[in-house]
């Protein structure tokens, strides 16, 4: 396939698909980590990920409308306020849910599963009818549009680095908290055990309720950064359900290295097939390559002690 | 207890006010001396359908749930808004439609469930409805079953004739072909890469497309031919393969939430389509909402309808739509082809002077719509309509500007011979 190429073309086809693959991992990472500190770290099921994702994009259109029309001098710089507010707005409501309902699901993991899908559809009802079932556009700033130029034909999107970048941030923040931080210990001693975590005067109570409203905020984050690249709808975040979960179970439930590899090894094997064959074959290939692993590793990559 | 008192309460109360409601369009009819053209109703209605001597019931059945709300919505708005003005004009053979609306919610045995209830429990004269072919292929089998009519307004892949549906939206060599030969005669563009979601219409659509490049247009050939899986978001790989290829013209038939990310990337990517040439067959104002309209300016789109169409009838329908739905509201092809459903199926019926559905059904062929937004449009002996084919140009504001259109009316080939 490559006969009627020139070596200068084929060496910027490489460098443009190695970038290709680098963001798709920045994707991946992006949108499965507050699904791993959830899953991974509570061991809940939350099938309402994407709804929080898109709730952050919500809060991103909110944000732009608002400065176009009554700020429009700062609308350059209107991506950065957009993202915090998304991760309050989603970090706020995941607090609120694990208050109303996950909590009392704790001895009853499986239900998660089902009470979290009932979540997805209910919420995704209340933005068809708060935000209209159509899909919405998400203006972003100039500096955000196009593409770096390399050379004269190496173009590397600019929305790809902002991912990349944002990705490495929010990574090293959470490996802060997690395994730095006061707040990190509390919840890895709560996820080896509840009961001692308790008696030695942890507040599990609360540490819970902020670990699910972190997941839900990053997922947020991850949201509003979508709007870059992908739709904004009542049912967007169902686009992402199903890598976001491939992702963390393929990396191993509870590892934070886990999913981080996962993402790696499946966005570059996707990327990689998705140029040599077509994108649908390039899926099959992917899916089927994990399934197999995972039926000679069901506990994924990199496995920890989970709460049982 | 106390609540189903109250509930009792209130509905005897509902009760007596729609009764008195019934009351009023017959007093206010009586007088009328129209009143004594109006056809009996043992005349036209033979088999049981749900006309009475003022009223004619009609099915609206879209999904206004589900991951197909974002498109079907369109329809229904241009649907009921041509059911208000048909009303408003007095109706159908002395009758007013009355509508009954129907939920798909996205899923194809659920329109087929509601099809049924509708034509068996509520008899509906007709069917507004279905969008994806998934949909229609689900109902077809009640259609036929239990004899009703459908207006189905998308655009589709063809290969389907039915007595009992009416397709008011293009099949695809209608929408294609002269698409493809203009942007060969009027670019001289000879290389076509094509990019679509991996589904049944996509798939007909690129494979008559495909054969008419290689077969009818001299010294074109295709270079690339792409399927990602229905909501995938992410295309780098295949804009690559773009930048690698060089093709003279992206054509894309790529659908949902996929369109704004495939639109968002090839921007990213550098590509920049008042240079590059792209032509689109499933682009419609409606989906430039949300890829908005920065990302796709300068990209052409191969359809029959643009919300800035330049004729004395759509500078009628666009303004009732957005008094009727507001302001912001964009209109797109299918929404339009929507829009025709209630009025093709009005004038067939004052034709064959009855709602009978196999009277519809044989008086269809030959009704012409001298009043639609496209212009004039005929229903031809296969059901599908004789229409015009239109490129447009996506334009910075989310509108096209129209380019080119045929000079003649392209007739409907649902099975066209030599590209299957």
Sequence with gaps: MFGDYSIGDLGSIFVMQGFAGLILFSVYVLMALGLAIIFGQMGVINMAHGEFMILGAYVTWMTSNFFQAYLPGLFAGYFFLAMILAFIVSGALGMLVEWALIRHLYKRPLDTLLATWGLSLILQ???????????????????????????????????????????????????????????????????????????????????????????????????????????????????????????????????????????????????????????????????????????LRPQGLFALKVRK | MSDENKQGLQSAFRRKLLMGMAAIPALTMLPRPSFADTPATSAINTTGLAVTDTEVTVGILHSATGTMAISETGSIESEKLAIAQINEAGGILGRKIKIIQEDGASDWPTFAEKAKKLLVNDKVAAIMGCWTSASRKAVLPVLEQYNGMLYYPTFYEGLE???????????????????????????GAKTFFFVGSDYIWPRTSNKIARKHVEQHLTGCKVVGEEYYPL??????????????????????????????????????????????????????????????????????????????????????????????????????????????????????????????????????????????????????????????TRVGRAKLDGQFELVFETKDLVEPDPFPKGYQ
């Design chain 1, 125 to 295: 009802q209340a933005y068809r009818s708060i935000f209209g079932a159509r899909e919405v556009g998400v203006e972003l700033p100039q500096w955000m549009l196009g593409s770096l130029n390399l050379s004269d034909s190496i173009q590397i999107p600019i929305n790809g680095i902002f991912v990349m970048t944002l990705t490495l941030l929010i990574t090293a923040v959470v490996g802060y908290l997690m395994y730095k931080s006061r707040w990190g210990r509390q919840v890895r001693a709560v996820v080896q055990n509840r009961i001692m975590a308790g008696a030695v005067g942890i507040n599990t109570e609360k540490v819970d309720r902020y670990t699910f409203g972190l997941g839900c905020g990053i997922a947020g984050i991850a949201g509003s950064a979508f709007t870059m690249i992908g739709s904004t709808g009542p049912t967007s975040g169902q686009l992402y359900i199903v890598d976001t979960f491939l992702v963390v179970v393929f990396g191993g439930a509870a590892s934070l290295l886990g999913t981080i590899a996962s993402a790696f090894s499946i966005s570059q094997t996707q990327s990689t097939l998705e140029f040599f064959l077509s994108g649908s074959m390039a899926k099959v290939i992917t899916l089927l390559a994990v399934v197999g692993i995972l039926m």
């Design chain 2, 161 to 187: 004739q039915s007595k009992n549906v009416i397709y008011t939206g293009q099949e695809a060599t209608q929408q294609i072909l002269a698409g493809l030969n203009w942007i060969n005669k009027e670019h």
């Design chain 2, 231 to 388: 909501g995938n978001t992410q295309f780098n790989s295949v804009i690559n393969k773009i930048k690698l290829t060089k093709p003279d013209v992206i054509f894309t038939d790529v659908v949902g939430g996929s369109n704004v990310a495939f639109y968002k990337q090839l921007k990213a990517a550098g590509i920049d389509l008042s240079k590059q040439l792209l032509l689109t067959i499933s682009v419609t104002e409606d989906e430039i909402d949300g890829i908005g309209g920065e990302n796709i300016a300068g990209a052409y789109a191969c359809m029959k309808y643009f919300q800035s169409l330049d004729n004395p009838n759509n500078k009628l329908f666009v303004p009732a739509f957005k008094k009727m739905w507001g302001e912001k509201t964009v209109i797109g092809d299918v929404t339009q082809a929507a829009y025709l459903g209630p009025w093709l199926w009005k004038l067939t019926a004052e034709k064959a002077g009855s709602f009978d559905v196999d009277k519809i059904a044989a008086a269809s062929p030959g009704i012409e719509f001298k009043g639609a937004p496209e212009g004039y449009v005929r229903i031809h002996e296969n059901h599908h309509l004789w229409s015009k």
